[in-house]
């Protein structure tokens, strides 16, 4: 079973992902889209370009190929993805047999200011006008959506009821979009 938490960019999808793999704990691995990235895709968003279709087709190649491999050996995964377009989730959705989507919703005046703060990230404010404008958000059903705006442990504890029953990888049916 693959959990991505989707969303633009500082709605806390790796904050959130890493708590939640080690509270899902076992074969549960946390994995950040954002190491996926080639390094010119990188440069152009540090740069305050916005990446196109083009340039996430690879991205979106090698984190499936990533889902698939780590499926193959039996592990689950916890991925921190934008996973902006549905187009997109649908790839993602595809690497293995139960995907479960989680969608941290929030609202632009909120995330700039956390991304104003952020220090160490290629991915400044002034690209989230982008993200935005790119964003299909979930249809009702195909993600959980929770607020952004909680805290991360909110967030979590939120999240555990419905992603970890007894075992997850027992539940056979499909889900995502």
């Not at 979930?138 to 007894?166: H, M």
């Amino acid at each position: 079973m693959n959990i991505v938490l989707m969303g633009v960019a500082g709605s806390g999808k790796t904050t959130v992902g890493k708590r939640l793999a080690a509270r899902l704990g076992g074969r549960w691995r946390f994995c950040d889209a954002d190491d996926f990235h080639a390094p010119a895709n990188i440069e152009k968003m540090r740069r305050g370009r916005p990446l196109t279709d083009a340039d996430r087709a690879p991205w979106l190649a090698a984190l499936g190929a990533h889902l698939r491999a780590c499926a193959s050996q039996g592990e689950s995964v916890v991925l921190a993805c934008s996973a902006l377009k549905e187009a997109y989730r649908r790839q993602l959705a595809a690497a293995s047999e139960i995907t479960r989507f989680v969608y941290l919703q929030t609202d632009f005046a909120a995330i700039h200011a956390r991304l104003q703060r952020r220090r160490r990230h290629y991915m400044k404010a002034d690209l989230l006008r982008s993200q935005f404008d790119a964003l299909e958000e979930p249809a009702p059903g195909a993600a959980l959506v929770v607020d952004a705006a909680l805290s991360p442990d909110e967030i979590v504890a939120r999240l555990l009821p419905e992603l970890a029953g007894p075992d997850p990888a027992r539940d056979s049916s499909p889900r995502g979009p």
